[in-house]
Nanobody
Framework: QVQLVESGGGSVQAGGSLRLSCTVS????????MAWFRQAPGKEREGVAG???????SYTDSVKGRFTISKDNAKNTLYLQMNSLNPEDTAMYYC?????????????????WGQGTQVTVSS
């Protein structure tokens, strides 16, 4: 069973930065497709960024140029660096993974999920 544990959420003012981390219980994660999703109250879960085993990253349009996804295979950890945050980024952020080379940022495509970490951005 793959377990994912997120950390790093918090409250920041608009324009600020946060770095989210997701620690994965198995070393095989390095071959999985990894992603970050977010869900705001009353909204559907939205794919934010994804990263393949070879390091190829993809982003939803609203975060391009502001967020950076990365991973450290030696630490079994996925990261999301979030800069220039705005109130529209407020949501619960989830780490997700699936044993595939590439999948779209669609929640139904992912097998494993963390419990989430809250990000709140005030204006």
């Amino acid at each position: 069973q793959v377990q994912l544990v997120e950390s790093g959420g918090g409250s920041v003012q608009a324009g600020g930065s946060l770095r989210l981390s997701c620690t994965v219980s198995t070393y095989t994660f390095r071959w999985y497709y990894m992603a970050w999703f977010r869900q705001a109250p009353g909204k559907e879960r939205e794919g934010v960024a994804g990263i393949a085993a070879d390091g190829t990253a993809s982003y939803t349009d609203s975060v391009k140029g502001r967020f950076t996804i990365s991973k450290d295979n030696a630490k079994n950890t996925l990261y999301l660096q979030m800069n220039s945050l705005n109130p529209e980024d407020t949501a619960m952020y989830y780490c997700a993974s699936t044993p595939a080379t590439w999948v779209p940022l669609t929640a139904s495509k992912y097998n494993y999920w963390g419990q989430g970490t809250q990000v709140t951005v005030s204006s």
